[in-house]
């Protein structure tokens, strides 16, 4: 992890104009909050102010500077939900059809017992779909891209929190997409006479809504300044045994002091719990393998007589004791114990036939959009085993964190998928982005359970010629960062000219043809 100090350049409706901001670069890790003995987290949801930029000033916060200051002094401001999407929340139609900058902001203080030798971090679990933060009119961190998690280290400058006074957050956000963003999207000006001046609308090629706002939760968290960064676990199966590696990555905040110890004071040590809590393995070091005989597997609610026995999670508690500091870190990650293997006409679990019944699904639902709501994910997924279907596909981009365990915890499978829904042009800029999206989606979702498949896009324009490079980039990229499931890309060309089916077969795993009327998976 490091932090750079760039100037960045956006294009957003046409207008172009440079901010200097702080951003972190996370090349690996960032486990769920969660508390622990040593670590707690502390939720920034709930009502915030705010306020969009006007449709024909839409750098206004920018030239005003709305970030150094209290929203609410900077114009009217509405009552808005965090999570949620803000489209739909008021009854004023211009925010629910807004293009362009949005703005956040709200108070919060940091407990006193956070002042002293504690690592503290900012995590968002997903805007859509660039998102620019401050704290106390201070820039912190930006990210681009929706659906997935972003974070940023508090505890060192140039970030000035107030331990005895109230701290300000400040979010902006804008939901422009460009032919360079995953997924694409396009202004489009109409110089007809009979629009206004200044009118444009944003086009795109998917048919879903698209939802903006800051539709997961917002986290602040603490870990010591010795932590667990990373964990990263692959499980199989052996007859009645089951096998799980494991490797664990650890940092701290002291960067020169854990270069020279951490080899010498450091311990890594790993217990495996059954969900009585009774311990069914242990190991020490940074990496090993757990042998668990006789263990209990995860499975898919449909290969079980009894849903009790579905969806059986482990609980890994990992434990990294720093001799010197005389700190611990405590990390509790929930796995199941299976394994996922193709042949040219079957998908194996745990080494029997899985025949998928299911459906591609969406986020959406009334009035929240795209906010995680844990009561509208609960019902969906009891309909979802109501019409019996066992699998889904996180039609058209990654779901929440919260949809994650879920699934893991009921045996509903899972083939994840990438934002990256109807894409054409293929150009380099658009590559960088999809395979930014694909490194961060595996590294959130690849200790799950449920994920049996990466899906790396929907329905592209696979007949044009570039298509071909592209997504052999995309696929080799894949399966270097995982190896243990299949690749799916998802067509909906016609087969004679699809160049991706005919020239990349050799590479994916599984080719899912689009067609409402007759939906057909093809193993290759």
């Known amino acids: 992890m490091r932090r750079i100090f760039r100037t960045l350049s956006l294009l957003i409706v046409g207008i172009e104009f440079s901010i200097v901001k702080m951003v972190e670069i996370e090349a690996k890790g960032m486990l769920f909050p969660q508390d622990s003995e040593t670590r707690e987290i502390k939720s920034l949801d709930g009502l915030w102010n705010f306020r969009i930029s006007p449709k024909n000033s839409p750098n206004l916060g920018f030239t005003e500077k709305w970030y150094s200051r209290p929203l609410q002094e900077t114009g009217d401001v509405e009552i808005m939900p965090v999570p949620s999407s803000y489209n739909d929340i008021t009854q004023n139609k211009l925010i629910r059809d807004h293009i362009g900058w949005a703005w956040y902001d709200r108070t919060f203080w940091i407990p006193n017992d956070w002042l002293k030798d504690t690592r503290l971090v900012l995590r968002f679990g997903g805007v859509n779909y660039h998102a620019t933060v401050w704290i106390n009119g201070i820039p912190v961190v930006e990210h681009s891209g929706g659906h997935l998690p972003f974070e940023i280290e508090l505890s060192s400058p140039p970030v000035k929190l107030l331990f005895k006074s109230i701290n300000r957050i400040t979010v902006a956000i804008n939901n422009t997409l460009t032919p360079d963003t995953v997924p694409q999207g396009e202004i489009f000006r109409p110089t007809d006479t009979r629009y206004p001046e200044g009118y444009f609308t944003l086009n795109y090629n998917f048919d879903f809504f698209n939802y903006a706002g800051i539709h997961r939760s917002v986290f602040l968290y603490t870990t010591p300044q010795t932590y667990i960064s990373d964990i990263t676990v692959h499980t199989r199966t052996n007859g009645e045994t089951g096998i799980l590696d494991y490797s664990i990555q ?248 699809d160049v991706t089916v005919n020239k990349l077969t050799n590479l994916i795993s599984l080719v899912l043809c689009s067609s409402f009327n007759t939906p057909i998976i093809f193993v290759l």
Not at 270 to 294: R, Y
Not at 430 to 435: G, P, T, V
Not at 441 to 460: F, Y
Request: charged share 25%.
């Open 250 to 497: 650890f940092l701290s905040s002291q960067r020169s002091y854990l270069s020279i110890t951490r080899h010498k004071v450091s311990e890594v040590s790993v217990s495996l719990l059954d969900k009585k809590g009774v311990v069914v393995g242990t190991g020490e070091g940074e990496s090993g393998q757990l042998l668990i005989t006789d263990a209990k597997l995860w499975w898919p609610f449909t290969m079980v007589k009894n849903d009790t026995d579905a969806g059986y999670l482990h609980t890994l508690v990992v434990t990294l004791t720093d001799a010197t500091l005389r700190t611990k870190d405590v990390y509790r990650l929930k796995i199941g114990i299976r394994s996922v293997k193709w042949t040219n006409t079957s998908l194996l679990i745990n080494d029997k036939p899985f025949y998928f019944r299911g459906f591609g699904r969406h986020e959406d639902f009334n009035i929240r959009g795209k906010g995680i709501d844990n009561v509208m994910i609960v019902k969906d997924h009891n309909l979802v085993k109501w019409t019996g279907a066992n699998s889904y596909r996180t039609s058209h981009y990654p779901y929440a964190e919260e949809i994650m365990d879920l699934t893991d915890r009921l045996g509903i499978v899972v083939i994840d998928e990438c934002p990256a829904v109807s894409l054409n042009g293929f150009g380099s800029k658009l590559l960088s982005n999809h395979m930014q999206s694909i490194r961060e989606l595996i590294q959130r979702d690849k200790n799950r359970a449920s994920v049996i498949m990466w899906s790396v896009g929907n329905e592209p324009q696979s007949q044009q010629p570039a298509a071909e490079n592209y997504f052999k980039e995309v696929i080799d990229l894949t399966r270097s960062l995982d190896e243990t499931r299949p690749i799916t890309l998802v067509l909906a060309q016609d087969f004679e000219r």
